[in-house]
């Protein structure tokens, strides 16, 4: 017969509705070290192949995926009082199954509460906690969410994340700019509120939001973002990440799954045929253009701009 079940956690974690240890239906459930040393299990088998370590003394199954929500729930055993936030709130909010190298928590400040010092976990304070819900685990409100990131993000950064929660969230631009208005002694509040006046509604990925940003600080009119392009019958042809409407000019930024994806690849090629012969210029960029040659980028779209304009004034 197998060992105990472990006692209830707050996040039901292991309940005592729970079967045996063993039983791979629990594989993705979380357990202290201690849960381990009262059922018998030696630290050599704990730190071994069989589990793995997500935070401090924090373990599961060896076979289970380290995601930003396991890691969250791990933060939540070792502080129960606190809530998930900043960049670990992001991932949460924005459906990202990236893992962080550190995972975000912030508590209500008590002097009398002794923060624990674990490698991997970042317990922030504050005087008043905002939480809301969200799949049964605290976090920080998407608005609240914003306003932490501000003191460790540059601008195109902290843009991108507030485009990422608008476009995952219920939260609007408007919110974004009225929360950092009324926000008063925060850190990098300035950062926040020039941030919140650029975050745009439709911005599907990060390196759009960058895209984006990038022709407007080089000079360029702000394009628009997910304009609907119809064909001379008015049906629906394309829907490009950017667009200038008024010279007929598209921008597309293709990630790696356009080119990994054969699907998707098609796709796009028969797309950027229809709107071609629709009489759309359309221009794709690359991670490389975004990050390696930007100065080019601008380049080409301001040359494509002033051809454009000169042929639709002729």
Not at 17 to 25: K, L, P, S, T
Not at 66 to 72: G, K
Not at 118 to 145: A, F, K, M, N
């Amino acid at each position: 017969m197998g060992p105990e079940p472990i006692a209830t956690t707050r996040w039901g974690l292991w309940t005592t509705d729970a079967v045996e240890w063993g039983n791979r239906d629990n594989d993705g459930v979380l357990f202290t070290a201690a849960d381990a040393k009262a059922l018998g299990i030696s630290r050599g088998v704990l730190r071994g192949t069989q589990y793995r370590r997500v935070l401090g003394s924090v373990y599961v199954d060896g076979t289970v995926a380290v995601t930003p929500r396991l890691q969250a729930e791990a933060a939540l055993l070792l502080t129960p009082e606190a809530v998930v936030s900043h960049q670990t709130a992001l991932s949460l909010w924005t459906a990202n199954d990236r893992a962080g190298d550190v995972v975000h928590v912030t508590v209500q400040r008590d002097p009398r509460l002794s923060l624990p010092r674990i490698s991997g976990l970042r317990v922030h304070e504050v005087q008043h906690l905002d939480r809301t819900l969200r799949d049964g685990l605290p976090l920080t409100p998407p608005e609240r969410t914003f306003l932490d990131l501000a003191p460790y993000c540059d601008l195109t950064k902290l843009v991108a994340a507030g485009d990422s929660l608008v476009r995952r969230t219920d939260v609007e631009p408007l919110h974004l700019v009225e929360t950092v208005a009324a926000a008063i002694g925060v850190r990098s509040v300035r950062l926040a509120r020039r941030a919140a006046a650029r975050v745009r509604a439709g911005v599907d990925s990060p390196m759009e939001s960058l895209l984006r940003l990038l022709l407007v600080d080089g000079g360029l009119p702000e394009p628009r973002i997910g304009y609907v392009i119809s064909d001379a019958a008015g049906g629906w042809l394309a829907e490009p990440d950017l667009s200038y409407p008024e010279v007929s000019l598209a921008i597309e930024y293709d990630g790696r799954h356009h080119l990994t994806d054969a699907r998707q690849w098609r796709q796009d090629i028969r797309r950027r045929e229809n709107l071609e012969r629709e009489g759309w210029l359309v221009r794709v960029f690359t991670a490389y253009d975004l990050l390696q040659i930007p100065h080019t980028v601008v380049a080409r779209i301001s040359e494509d701009l002033r051809i454009r304009h000169r042929h639709l004034a002729a």
